[in-house]
């Protein structure tokens, strides 16, 4: 407290030993009319327009106001200023408050087309950059940033001189200024290339990062995240510190940024999204505006972050809110929701009736990206027959002029929506094809692989043809990809009760089977006509590369895929995603009876013998359904 009397002393003591200055006035009551389109120039003005950014050191002197003053803040035009000045010439810091009057009229007048050519060049400015100049010392320090801010706004080779004199006093007095001062100059001198400006802006991050601590309003938090790919990785550490703390007091747009920024930085703070995640769903509905919404779902698609609550309501904002959607909008939510796995059912159907009212506004990337989002989670719209209708008017015409991946993708959308036509299927099984979709990495190649397997099974399972090699002599060449994922603990489990339940004898059970058609089977058995499991090895297998053994299937056996379905293997609402769905109809369309274990029964199973005895009762009850058929 002492301390802070002395310093407020001093202060006062030395305003009443200098020759008054004229009246201050924050910068943002004569600068928050300054909203120029370009982006820059609207940061400018916010920043302009925060009154609350007055330095601690200024917010103590006080100056009666002057005739100048009271002219500049009245006039529209900045031919007044300069009059103004001409007539009532006054100090520096009074120039330099002109000056970035001056500016936002010029900038006003920039945007309608009616700025004067040669206005910097006018000799009564000149006096007032040239007054500023000698006296740039005793421009307070608001001001002073300010003054920069119009500088690098205006951008004029005859300012150079001028623009010089005010980044040596700014790198000068960089430690006294304020955090928020500090925040401005970094949010929009970032992009500066010139090398007085770089030498500001690395200096203000450097203070930012030792004063972190002087953060105390969430916008400072959210406006410095979202230039987190400047800062050094310690700073944003330390931001998100911060915004954990202030989590409560951010807004919804504060929300949305920090979300943003963290996605762009690949940022998986999970303490912090879950912070936000519990304020932003207590917020009114009037604050989830359709881009909230998005940057929302888009950050937590990126950063794989799932909070049940928050994506309801989400989901829920937004079907209030289709009326103002575009298709792209549309497509986008579509394909954030996609990624994380959340399947609102009558979110997707007002986005299937928004394309069939809308149909003429997508283009053919937005319904292709529309209709791979639908695919991942195998939704189904109830309005089907009239959906694809219009749906394969379109890719009739547009499909065979897409990149090949993306045709890729789109052609094995419909596999698992099953939508997918011959005329669909053969192209992308050809070799000049297969061909194009073998650049890039190799996980990405391995991909696409995978799915022309896929395809190639579609095409022979689902829409068989006699005359038809199979498989494509294209793809007869591929190899079936080696999974590189390790084994998950319900596989690793599943594996080892199957083996229990062949006892003494390995050769009536595969594990981990790497069919032809690109799926791999858990556990593959052949069981006879009293469910107990044969010999494999003897047994033909078309589904293996190697085709088995010499064999027919026994009469009354039966061929049995033991399939575990993970956590991952389902959406939100426990309906199978569309790859396992497709996986599922494939093999039971290769002649298998496909047995489900999936991980909600599995892991209430605590004893090996349960297991055994759920996987004796999960094979009975499929060879009973096959045989009720």
């Known amino acids: 407290m002492a301390c802070r009397l002395l310093a407020r002393y001093g202060r006062l003591l030395w305003s009443s030993t200098h020759a008054p200055a004229g009246r201050f006035h924050p910068p943002g009551t004569v600068l928050s009319a300054l909203m120029p389109s370009s982006n820059r120039h609207g940061v400018l003005a916010r920043s302009m327009s925060d009154r609350s950014a007055v330095a601690s050191e200024d917010k103590y002197l006080f100056h009666p106001t002057t005739p100048l003053d009271k002219k500049v803040d009245v006039t529209t035009v900045p031919e007044d200023i300069l009059l103004a000045w001409v007539e009532h010439e006054g100090d520096g810091n009074q120039g330099a408050y002109a000056f970035i009057k001056w500016t936002m009229l010029v900038l006003k007048d920039?945007?309608?087309?009616?700025?004067?050519?040669?206005?910097?060049?006018?000799?009564?400015?000149?006096?007032?950059?040239?007054?500023?100049?000698?006296?740039?010392?005793?421009?307070?320090?608001?001001?002073?940033?300010?003054?920069?801010?119009?500088?690098?706004?205006?951008?004029?080779?005859?300012?150079?001189?001028?623009?010089?004199?005010?980044?040596n006093e700014v790198l000068w007095r960089i430690r006294r200024l304020s955090y928020r001062q500090l925040e401005s100059l970094v949010s929009i001198?970032?992009?500066?290339?010139?090398?007085?400006?770089?030498?500001?802006?690395?200096n203000a991050i450097k203070q930012l990062e030792l004063r972190w601590t002087e953060i105390s309003r969430p916008k400072t938090v959210s406006t410095l995240m979202l230039r987190g790919r400047y800062l050094s990785p310690a700073l944003m550490d330390r931001l998100e510190d911060k915004a954990l703390e202030l989590a409560e007091g951010f807004s919804g747009e504060e929300i949305r940024r920090v979300c943003v920024s963290l996605a762009a930085l690949g940022r998986r703070s999970v303490p912090l999204l879950r912070a936000l995640s519990y304020h932003l769903v207590q917020r009114p509905s009037s604050e989830f505006t359709p881009p909230l919404i998005m940057d929302v779902a888009y950050a937590y698609a990126k950063l794989n972050f799932h909070q049940s609550q928050m994506l309801q309501r989400l989901a829920s904002e937004l079907l209030l809110r289709m009326a103002e959607l575009t298709p792209a909008d549309v497509t986008r939510c579509s394909k954030s929701l996609g990624f994380l796995k959340w399947l609102h059912g009558p979110l997707f159907e007002a986005f299937s009736e928004h394309y069939i009212e809308n149909s003429d506004k997508y283009s053919s990337p937005q319904l292709c990206h529309l209709m791979m989002a639908f695919a991942r989670l195998g939704f189904q719209p109830s309005k089907g027959e009239e959906f694809y209708s219009k749906v394969h008017a379109v890719l009739e015409e547009s499909l065979?002029?897409?990149?090949?991946?993306?045709?890729?993708?789109?052609?094995?959308?419909?596999?698992?929506?099953?939508?997918a036509r011959p005329r669909y299927l053969l192209p992308v099984t050809q070799l000049e094809h297969v061909a194009a979709s073998s650049d890039g990495s190799q996980a990405r190649v391995e991909g696409y692989r995978l799915k022309l397997l896929h395809i190639a099974a579609t095409l022979d399972l689902e829409h068989p043809d006699p005359t038809r090699p199979c498989p494509p002599p294209s793809l007869a060449a591929l190899s079936v990809p080696a999974s590189a994922s390790s084994?998950?603990?319900?596989?690793?489990?599943?594996r080892k009760a199957l083996q229990s339940l062949?006892?003494?004898r390995p050769e009536a059970l595969r594990t981990g089977v790497e069919t032809v058609h690109g799926w791999t089977i858990d556990g593959?058995?052949?069981?006879d006509c009293e469910n107990k499991p044969v010999d494999l090895?003897?047994?033909?297998?078309?589904?293996?590369?190697?085709?088995?053994?010499?064999?027919?299937?026994?009469?009354?056996?039966?061929?049995?895929?033991?399939?575990?379905?993970?956590?991952?293997?389902?959406?939100?609402?426990?309906?199978?995603?569309?790859?396992?769905?497709?996986?599922?109809?494939?093999?039971?369309?290769?002649?298998?009876?496909?047995?489900?274990?999936?991980?909600?029964?599995?892991?209430?199973?605590?004893?090996?013998?349960?297991?055994?005895?759920?996987?004796?009762?999960?094979?009975?009850?499929?060879?009973?359904?096959?045989?009720?058929?």
């Not at 084994?487 to 599943?494: F, G």
């Not at 026994?554 to 426990?574: C, H, I, M, N, Y």
């Not at 039971?588 to 274990?597: H, I, K």
Request: hydrophobic residues 40%; proline residues 4%.
């Open 110 to 167: 920039r945007e309608r087309g009616k700025e004067e050519p040669d206005a910097m060049t006018d000799p009564r400015l000149k006096d007032m950059m040239t007054v500023v100049s000698k006296q740039i010392s005793t421009v307070w320090n608001n001001n002073l940033v300010c003054l920069l801010q119009s500088l690098w706004a205006l951008s004029s080779p005859h300012a150079a001189p001028f623009l010089s004199s005010v980044q």
């Open 189 to 202: 001198g970032i992009h500066k290339k010139g090398q007085q400006d770089t030498a500001i802006v690395s």
């Open 400 to 419: 065979s002029g897409l990149e090949p991946s993306l045709q890729t993708d789109v052609v094995w959308s419909l596999c698992v929506l099953q939508q």
């Open 487 to 494: 084994l998950t603990p319900l596989q690793t489990s599943l």
């Open 502 to 504: 062949v006892g003494e």
């Open 524 to 527: 593959e058995l052949v069981v």
């Open 537 to 629: 090895t003897k047994i033909t297998a078309p589904h293996l590369s190697a085709g088995g053994g010499d064999q027919g299937l026994p009469e009354g056996a039966r061929r049995l895929a033991v399939v575990a379905w993970d956590f991952t293997s389902f959406s939100s609402s426990k309906q199978l995603l569309g790859r396992f769905a497709m996986m599922k109809r494939h093999l039971q369309l290769a002649g298998f009876l496909v047995v489900e274990v999936p991980y909600y029964e599995w892991l209430e199973l605590k004893t090996d013998w349960k297991k055994l005895s759920y996987l004796k009762d999960k094979v009975g009850k499929a060879v009973a359904v096959d045989m009720a058929k």
